[in-house]
């Protein structure tokens, strides 16, 4: 009887240290999951995503390294000056399916790579970390060692101003130091990453076609918004065009003062010779240097003049078709949106 007491003594025993080991693998457990979730750098830089995921850019800036301060942005061989013009959450995109394809060692810190999908297009990122410190000396905490934040220098050829997200931006007012004249403008836009923007461009006359930027962390990415010519545009300078060469049409001499066609005739002219456009050159324009221009190109006037030969006095009426070419060596767009032409010698 003295064995069964000891044995029923036993089982409380070795069923309280059972429960005692099953409370501290499950704390283990928790804790592991708990570092994995919110401590480790797949965690950390989840937690960055999930913010802009959320559009809440503040958020996503608020956590520890990722602001873009002068010291952060000097740091990472950014450019100082870049505008925060385009840090806003209502530009993010639509995230979803964020997976870490990477997390890797580094010599001070981790590398961690995610892939995402951005509007349902798939863009990739790798951000640096380093560890700052252990909560209770278990739960590692950790801060970007290199901001999140890249800098798109943004260009736009052959206008002034660019669109993304139903806002319109103008690259002069972010960096106001290029001249006034310039037909080309750019700057430099805070944007983070992982994040994709769509570029554009539209207004009376030109128009570009969308263009997809995808800033990386910590570096510069560059992006040109290409504005040309619409139909509204060519259609404009094509009546100045002809309304010019309809003017020079109007002067009864055979070298029309100012104007691409004449004609040297030896024999003696009676009366007044007429001019009649018969071809008017097409206008296709080009972006050059600093304005928009045409090159050569060829069209037909009709000439109608009587002559009289110095050989033998005969009197014959001339009616001919006569090729000239014409180009426009600029064409400038006033900001009232009037054009600014000027013909080719």
Known sequence: MG???????LRPVL???GFGVLLVAAFLAALGAVQRTYYSP???VSAYVGALAAHDLPAALAMPG???TKQALSGAGLPTDASAELLRSDLLPRYSGLRIVSDTATGVGRTVVVRVLADGHPVTA???LRQTGAILGLLPTWEFARTPVGVARITVAHAQTFTVGGHTLNPRAAAPAQPASAFTVSAGYLVPAPSLYRLGHSDTYTQAAAVALQPSPGRTVEATVDAQPNAHFTTAVQKELDGFLDQCAKQQVLQ???????VVIDDRVQGAPTWTMKTYPPVRLAAGDGAWTMPSTGGVVHLSVTVQSIFDGSIEHRESDEKFTV???S??????ESLDIVVGE
Do not use: H, K, N, Y
């Open 15 to 17: 069923l309280w240290s």
């Open 327 to 329: 180009s426009l060596t």
């Open 66 to 68: 990722a602001a873009p």
């Open 3 to 9: 064995g069964d007491g000891r044995g029923g003594e």
């Open 42 to 44: 797949e965690g950390f």
């Open 331 to 336: 064409v400038v767009i006033r900001p009232d």
């Open 126 to 128: 790798s951000f640096e």
């Open 256 to 262: 029309p003062a100012g104007c691409p066609f004449g």
